[in-house]
């Protein structure tokens, strides 16, 4: 094989290998991300700093059993959401610890 030829095909493994452990990572935090709720936007707000700016959304969710409100933020979003104040947004939560969580924005 020529050295063209070799740089390809590990450019390719190298990818398939990267692309494999992105979808790993991806599962493995999932699974831990158990429990669904719907919770209620209470804030849509623009983040802006020296560099970047985006809208960041605020929801909160009453746990039944003990009554604890619990608040969710989103990570900085490049536009802005289609979801407004006083609707419903789903989180997935790790009933272990609920400071890890993902909106479904």
């Not at 158990?34 to 970047?52: H, L, N, Q």
């Amino acid at each position: 094989m020529d050295m063209l030829t070799i740089l390809v095909v590990a450019s390719v493994l190298t990818l398939v290998c990267i692309i494999g452990l992105a979808i790993f990572f991806r599962r493995k935090n999932r699974r831990r991300l158990s429990r669904r709720v719907v919770a209620t936007i209470t804030r849509i707000e623009v983040e802006a700093t020296s560099v970047s700016s985006g809208w960041v959304v605020t929801a909160q969710w009453s746990e039944m059993p003990t009554g604890q409100t619990i608040t969710f933020r989103s990570h900085r979003l490049q536009f802005p959401p289609r979801q407004h104040i006083g609707g419903p947004v789903t989180v997935d939560v790790d009933p272990r610890n609920p400071t890890h969580y993902r909106m479904e924005l």
